[in-house]
């Protein structure tokens, strides 16, 4: 799957996780989203990561827009394995 821009600028490069089926206590039956945003400006950011089974998968759209070593700035909302497992690859 590719980056998918949603504002100029702005991309979502997340990933999609058809097999998970509870999150937290909710049933997802359809899978749920591991969602990461990437803004491209004079300082470029990365807001959360994903989970560590999809980073190569998120390096991949994240490579498509930019070297992921011209990211300037994490945004991490918070510490769980959703949102930040894979940041050490990023």
């Known amino acids: 799957m590719k980056p998918v821009e949603m504002f100029e600028n702005v991309f979502w490069v997340g990933a999609l996780d058809w097999d998970e089926r509870d999150f937290h206590n909710f049933q997802t039956p359809r899978g749920l989203t591991y969602n990461s945003y990437l803004i491209v400006d004079d300082k470029n950011v990365l807001i959360d990561a ?41």
């Open 50 to 90: 994903v989970k560590h089974k999809f980073v190569a998968e998120h390096l991949e759209k994240i490579s498509a827009i930019l070297d992921p070593k011209e990211i300037d700035y994490v945004v991490v909302n918070h510490i769980e394995p959703d949102h930040a497992s894979g940041l050490a690859d990023v």
